[in-house]
């Protein structure tokens, strides 16, 4: 037990892909207020939401579940027995031997806390009568309606020193279907941190593509960390590749301390492709030639970027000066670079002017029109006709030039 105000609290939790994040984030707020965390998990496995390094955590395995159960039966035979006969007689006997292993591991915590009134709440009960500790559980939603072992609940629920729920709903709902006193609930909604989650002004700069040294991402952070701005968020779309040119961009970011500004996408296609360039306010792609000599031919994002009419911040690197009118920078010019995303964050009218003319040259340069060039080539070298277009009707005809 502890000795001092601390509290130590023993977690049964699941944690088969990670915490869910309304659970990671309650015991985030416990530990900053001085709670030492000790997890129980009947489930392991990475996820978003992993325990934090300060928390205990205790996992379990077949041969210790074996161990601590034969341990238990031979030191306090009577407990064993009539525990094991209860959860027989409820269904529980998982749950048992894995509350068993875990009451071992609990003697210095001051309280058990069960995170849900499912199988969690089933340890946590059968811990509790081997310890002779307080037991607390929150109840959300699915173990009032879809519950694992409605009887076990129904017996495990009744021996809480505290029951608390999520919703007023949630308590009118344990007392129609399980008879629970409403006195003994308390309605605790969820939180969240306020200062994290807020109402925010960002400007939002977009890159996609490979996380390939051509593609300039060191020197958009490079940039980025110079304006030093926390209204500028960068968007990284992609990922890295077995390849001599890959870049680590999340180790960069580390590095250059930009954690609270970048955020990472992974590789996204199609409707979700779209809707990070719809929702972006600038498009960046500060391509160069890497140490081996590689650079690129003309890269698809900024045809994508400017088919979604997005304003494009590029380098003067092979083609892209002979398309993209506006704005360029030198290849690796740092200095250049920040200049050029500040006088875009600056005029919402020059973003929307360029904007519109990329959308103009995109159409102009890079239409189905090409693609049918090669199709026609190719029907050429099979001595094949070209392929008739069919004559567009009014309605198309209107469509195409609303989009172009």
């Known amino acids: ?15 088969k892909h990670g915490f869910e994040h309304f659970v990671h984030r309650e015991l985030s707020f416990f530990e900053s207020r001085g709670a030492k965390i000790s997890v129980y998990p009947t489930k392991f496995q990475a996820g978003l939401y992993g325990p934090r390094p300060t928390w205990n955590v205790y996992r379990w395995g077949l041969i210790s579940l074996m161990f601590a159960n034969l341990g238990t039966l ?25 509350a068993v292993y875990f009451a071992g591991k609990m003697h210095d915590v001051d309280l058990i806390y069960a995170t849900f009134g499912d199988r969690k709440l089933f340890i946590a009960y059968f811990c509790k009568q081997l310890l002779d ?38 308590r009118e709902q344990l007392k129609s279907r399980y008879g629970i006193d409403p006195a003994r609930i ?39 960390r ?53 929702a972006c306010d600038v498009f960046c792609l ?15 994002v900024i045809i994508e970027a400017m088919a979604c009419g997005k304003p494009v911040i590029s380098t003067r690197h092979v083609e892209i000066p002979a398309i993209v009118e506006q704005i360029l920078v030198d290849e690796k010019d740092v200095d250049g670079l920040a200049d050029a995303l500040l006088q875009t964050y600056r005029s919402a009218d020059l973003r929307e002017q360029m904007g519109e003319r990329n959308r103009e040259l995109a159409a102009e340069h890079f239409s189905h029109s090409n693609v049918k060039r090669t199709e026609a080539m190719m029907r050429a070298a099979c001595g094949l006709p070209p392929l008739v277009e069919p004559e567009a009707s009014p309605v198309e005809m209107q469509h195409e030039s609303l989009t172009t």
Request: some cysteine; glycine content about 6%; hydrophobic content about 45%.
């Open 1 to 15: 037990m502890s000795t001092n105000n601390a509290m130590h609290l023993g977690v049964v939790a699941s944690v």
């Open 74 to 98: 031979l030191s306090r035979p009577a407990s064993y027995l009539r525990l094991l006969a209860e959860a027989i007689r409820h269904r529980a006997v998982v749950d048992f031997v894995l």
């Open 133 to 170: 500790k307080p037991l607390i559980c929150t109840i959300h939603a699915y173990e009032i309606y879809e519950n694992p072992n409605p009887a076990m609940f129904a017996r495990a629920v009744a021996a809480c020193d505290q029951i608390t729920t999520v919703t007023n709903y949630n």
């Open 186 to 224: 308390e309605v605790v909604r969820l939180s969240i941190d306020l200062q994290t989650y807020r109402p925010e002004r960002k400007f939002v700069v977009l890159i996609v593509g490979y996380f390939a040294q051509k593609k300039g991402h060191r020197i958009l952070l490079e940039a980025l």
């Open 226 to 278: 110079k304006i030093d701005n926390s209204e500028f968020e960068l968007w990284v779309v992609g990922t890295g590749r077995d390849s001599a040119d890959s870049v680590d961009v999340k180790a960069l970011v580390a590095e250059m301390g930009l954690e609270s500004q970048v955020a990472f996408f992974n590789g996204l296609s199609g409707t979700a492709l779209r809707a990070v360039y719809h």
């Open 286 to 300: 500060p391509s160069h030639h890497d140490d081996h000599g590689g650079a690129e031919g003309f890269p698809t």
